[in-house]
């Protein structure tokens, strides 16, 4: 393959003598006839061509001779008018003969693209058949007009002869051109057959390329693969005399195992008859794990049951209590309270019961000959001695007060209404029982002895929750917290307390008894220190105000209620009770409180739901036939812990000092009345 087998072709140049045609390939009937006779110029032009005259001067003499050519009859005399005549004629002819060229020519050229070689050829034969008349005669004289007339005849013979040779050799070099142009036709299509076979060569020959440069990649992937694996052999070779090592190594390690292995086989024989032993005992553990199932079952059916009776003998003794108690609390005195007085000793009251259910006030200071017995000569103060259902001395601490109550959260959960009040003139330690000192924080003192009511009220539901549990018991707690400020309900729970424009109502759910207050913040609680939270806040939002009595007096009822729903999974039991825990506003006579304006209103308020309470109770206890209830906000709110479902406690908070003797006196008085009262048989509340 050569390196241009890409490029077309190129045609090879023809060679011929005159037209570029070898003569070899010219078929021979194509080639010229050969001529007659040519007039010597003509036979001496051709001589001198250099294509012809190795083939046609030679072979001159070898032609078989040829007819004479046929020339036009002579012409007629006169001779001077013949002469004109030849003249004229010799010049048709001559101007005949060259148009006649000019015409082959012009043909020739229009059909086809023969070289102008053979053009010139016939124009200089033409022009060299032309002899020059003169140059080889003597001129003639003047006179010898019969010798010029011979001489132009001879001369027209000879030119005519010319032209008539010139015609006939170009009607042969017209039939040879038709020859050529045959020829031309073929070569042409010969050579387009060519260029066909050339290019579909050439895209065989691109074809094989390509697949040369596929074979080559394929070899070179062929020859990368071959080195890998060569690679591959090298490394399993190198791990194979590797692993032979091993096997060596493996093979005497086998033997040693394999004395392991028999030494093994005689202790797992051992090994398994201890198991057949340990599944013997197994069984009968498993006998007895049964036995004792059973057992606990039964147990814990009974426990149910001694539930249920717990429960009912709960209630029993609760109602043998009263279902509705009060308990009076009389305060210590504070530090700033024991500079006042020198000795910490309260004169004006004391405890004479053991059992702690009485307390008496003896009025000291201002006795009056009514109210004094003369012993001797010795003035004996007034008492007024009270009964209650128990009496807490200033030393009693909030653990003490609570052991008393906690019964009745128990009767909470058991599914009874509950209201505890705190009672009592401002300043007498009701904010303390309920809740515990200010300076305490609800969320983090949870373990302080101060700790109040509520939060350990709180702490016994979940606690007592987590052991009801395992009994079956599932228990929903949502609870609030409200205060009632000037016969206005707000909202403790709120995050700003100060948005007065919620108004809040207390309203009757469906035609049902119970009751709800609209647009208050009810929180479903499930962790007790989600409630510690609320407390907190609601301590928070509290309205507080200074008074003349107590400078951080409360001014309003506080209500924190917890709403118990239980659930057992295992009995089918339901029960639904609620705690209310409240702290009642500071009840003031007017003339002490020294309040005016606003404060005055505040007080008027207080005193009013104060009185209705005992108004409230009274009706209970008398079986009245109209219970008013809505005469206050604080028992409309409570009217379902106050009637025949539920168990009331109050606590009356007693201040030590002694200049609230009066106040001491009223509530100490108001108490009486509420203890005097027997309001009905408490019903658990099933849902
Ligand atoms: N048992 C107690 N032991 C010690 N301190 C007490 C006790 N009871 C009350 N206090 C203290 O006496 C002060 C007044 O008590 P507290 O604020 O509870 O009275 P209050 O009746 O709630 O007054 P108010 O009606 O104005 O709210 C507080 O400083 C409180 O810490």
Redesign the pocket.
Same mark, same amino acid.
């Given at each position: 393959m050569s390196e241009h087998s890409n490029d077309k072709p190129v045609p090879k140049p023809l060679a011929t003598p005159n037209i570029g045609i070898p003569s070899t390939r010219i078929p021979s009937k194509i080639k010229p006839p050969k001529m007659n006779s040519l007039h010597p110029a003509v036979v001496h032009i051709q001589s001198k061509e250099p294509g012809n005259q190795d083939e046609n001067a030679p072979s001159q003499a070898k032609r078989p001779k040829m007819d004479p050519p046929r020339y036009p009859p002579p012409l007629s005399k006169p001779a001077g008018t013949g002469l004109k005549r030849a003249h004229s004629a010799l010049s048709l002819n001559v101007s005949t003969c060259s148009s006649t060229i000019s015409v082959a020519r012009g043909r020739s050229e229009k059909k086809a693209p023969l070289g102008p070689s053979v053009v010139n050829r016939v124009t200089t034969n033409v022009k060299a058949s032309v002899p020059p008349a003169k140059s080889k005669k003597t001129k003639r004289p003047a006179w010898d007009l019969k010798g010029r007339i011979q001489d132009i005849e001879e001369q027209f013979l000879v030119s005519r002869k010319t032209n008539d040779e010139l015609i006939s050799q170009l009607k042969l070099n017209e039939e040879r051109i038709a020859l050529l142009e045959g020829l031309n036709s073929e070569l042409s299509q010969d050579v387009q057959c060519k260029e066909s076979k050339t290019q579909e060569a050439n895209e065989v020959l691109e074809q094989l390329q390509k697949s040369l440069r596929e074979k080559e990649e394929k070899l070179t992937t062929v020859r990368t693969r071959k080195e890998s694996l060569e690679n591959q052999v090298n490394t399993l070779q190198q791990e194979c005399t590797g692993l032979q090592s091993t096997i060596g190594q493996l093979t005497s390690a086998q033997a040693g195992l394999q004395a392991h292995l028999e030494a093994t086989k005689v202790i797992l024989q051992q090994a398994q008859a201890e198991n057949e032993a340990q599944k013997k005992m197994i069984q009968e553990l498993q006998a007895k794990l049964y036995d004792k199932e059973n057992k606990i079952c039964v147990l814990e059916t009974r426990t149910r049951q001694d539930e249920q009776t717990r429960r009912k003998l709960h209630n029993i003794i609760q109602e043998l209590k009263g279902n509705i108690r009060v308990f009076c609390r009389v305060?210590?005195l504070?530090p700033n309270e024991l500079d006042e007085i020198p000795e910490e000793h309260i004169p004006h009251i004391a405890f004479p019961d053991p059992d702690n259910r009485e307390v008496q006030l003896m009025r000291l200071s201002d006795i009056s000959l009514n109210e004094s017995s003369v012993v001797g000569k010795t003035k004996t103060p007034v008492k007024y001695d009270f009964t209650f259902d128990r009496v807490f001395c200033p030393l009693s601490n909030q653990s003490e007060v609570f052991d008393e109550i906690s019964q009745l959260v128990q009767s909470s959960l058991d599914g009874y209404n509950v209201c505890i009040f705190a009672y009592?003139q401002?300043? =007498?330690?009701?904010?303390?029982t309920m809740e515990g000192?200010?300076e305490l924080d609800l969320t983090l003192d949870l373990d302080s002895p101060c700790l109040g009511m509520i939060p350990r009220a709180v702490q016994q539901i979940f606690s007592t929750e987590q052991e009801l549990q395992k009994k079956g018991w599932q228990y929903k707690m949502d609870s609030y917290f409200l205060e009632i400020y000037n016969e206005v309900i707000h909202d403790l729970l709120v995050d700003s307390p100060s948005d007065n424009s919620v108004k809040h109502e207390i309203k009757m759910v469906g035609k049902g008894s119970e009751l709800y207050v609209t647009n208050l913040t009810t929180v479903i609680v499930k962790t007790e220190k989600r409630i510690h939270q609320l407390l907190k806040k609601a301590r928070k939002n509290r309205a507080v105000a200074a008074t003349k009595c107590?400078q951080?007096? =409360?001014r309003s009822h506080s209500v924190f209620r917890i709403k118990l729903s239980g659930n057992n999974s295992i009995t089918g039991e339901t029960c639904e009770g609620t705690l209310n825990l409240v702290d009642l506003?500071?009840s003031e006579r007017l003339k002490d409180s020294g309040s005016e304006g606003q404060r005055l209103e505040e007080t008027k308020n207080i005193n009013r739901s104060l009185a209705n309470l005992g108004n409230v109770i009274m009706a209970l206890s008398q079986k009245a036939d109209h219970i008013p209830y809505r005469n206050s906000k604080l028992t409309h709110l409570l009217m379902n812990s106050l009637g025949g479902n539920s168990k009331v406690l109050m606590f009356v908070?007693v201040s030590p000092k002694e200049e609230h003797f009066n106040e001491t006196l009223n509530s100490l008085r108001f108490a009486t009345k509420v203890n005097q009262c027997q309001i009905g048989t408490a019903h658990k509340k099933v849902k």
């Open positions: 305060r210590p504070l009592g401002t300043g =007498s330690g009701k904010t303390y000192p200010e107590n951080h007096s =409360s506003a500071g908070n």
